[in-house]
């Protein structure tokens, strides 16, 4: 429980808050992009480099520059905005929040309940040049696997997103 | 309190935080993005239980994380592209007015 830890999950707590709960759906990108740093930046701290920089090429570098897009291509025209902007506490508000709450508190019990075993806290040093050999050798067939979704999701992100009917638009 | 109590902590945080979002924002693209909190929890849990684990030369957290984040980018781009794809019937991303699966 370092001071580092303490900032690190700071900036990764309210970047991901303020994205849950801007109004503007681009000012709710940009606090993912900075609760998404954190995170890699936590990834870094726990030793495993490879995983924060891929944390952040794909997530920071990738997947919201995706979702700007989106909100920009489904919103152009009109008001950035959630339609009731009133802040007021509605049913459903209280519900998903009773929810969240419900889990965290459920989630906290179980690891604060029990007593704290001991834990290798020695420093693993990982280099790419380990990944690389575990990933050419024992998790081959994951990662042939996961070069099939990937084909799989690309045609198919393309397919779902293009115009099927071009003369009527 | 160990460290890795402390990390697991923040982990179930973020989950909630994601699950709360998933629950209470009603643009589809927010709720997207809160189910990718939740699976960005599940991936701390895996490198904090790889660092204090008992064995962290086998790497096995590590090359989980590696490919739950690939299958998280295919399936926030296949997600958006169907909200993309909704929204062109739809002219709408709100969840409310999604009501009807006909086209």
Redesign the interface.
């Known amino acids: 429980m370092t001071l580092i830890f303490l900032i690190l999950a700071a900036i990764t707590i309210v970047g991901t808050a303020a994205a849950m709960s801007f109004r503007n759906p681009i000012h709710c990108i940009l606090g993912l992009t900075v609760g998404l740093v954190g995170l890699a930046m936590l990834f870094l701290h726990l030793g495993a480099q490879f995983v924060g920089f891929t944390q952040i090429i794909v997530y920071v570098g990738a997947v919201a520059i995706l979702a700007v897009f989106a909100i920009m291509m489904t919103q152009g025209g009109r008001r950035l905005t959630e339609t009731a902007t009133k802040p007021q506490i509605t049913p459903s508000l209280l519900v998903g929040g009773t929810v969240a709450g419900a889990v965290f508190a459920v989630l906290g019990w179980a690891m604060l309940g029990r007593p704290s075993t001991a834990i290798h806290s020695v420093q693993p040093v990982v280099s790419v040049n380990q990944i690389g050999q575990l990933l050419m050798h024992n998790y081959v067939l994951p990662l042939e696997i996961m070069a099939v979704l990937l084909t799989a999701a690309l045609i198919g992100a393309v397919i779902l997103a293009m115009p099927q009917e071009r003369g009527k638009r | 309190?160990?460290?890795?109590?402390?990390?697991?902590?923040?982990s179930?945080?973020?989950?909630?935080?994601?699950?709360?979002?998933a629950?209470?924002?009603?643009?589809a693209?927010?709720v997207?993005?809160?189910i990718?909190?939740m699976l960005?929890a599940a991936?701390?849990n895996f490198?904090?239980f790889?660092?204090?684990?008992?064995n962290?030369?086998a790497?096995t957290?590590?090359?989980f994380?590696?490919?739950s984040?690939?299958?998280?980018?295919?399936?926030?781009?296949?997600g958006?592209?169907?909200?993309?794809?909704v929204?062109?019937h739809t002219k709408t991303?709100?969840l409310n007015e999604m009501t009807s699966l006909k086209g």
């Open positions: 309190m160990n460290p890795l109590t402390g990390y697991l902590l923040l179930a945080l973020l989950f909630s935080i994601g699950l709360a979002g629950l209470l924002r009603r643009n693209i927010l997207l993005i809160g990718e909190l960005n991936n701390l490198i904090a790889w660092r204090y684990g008992p962290p030369s790497l957290g590590v090359m994380t590696i490919f984040i690939t299958v998280a980018a295919a399936e926030a781009a296949v958006l592209g169907i909200i993309l794809a929204y062109r991303t709100d």
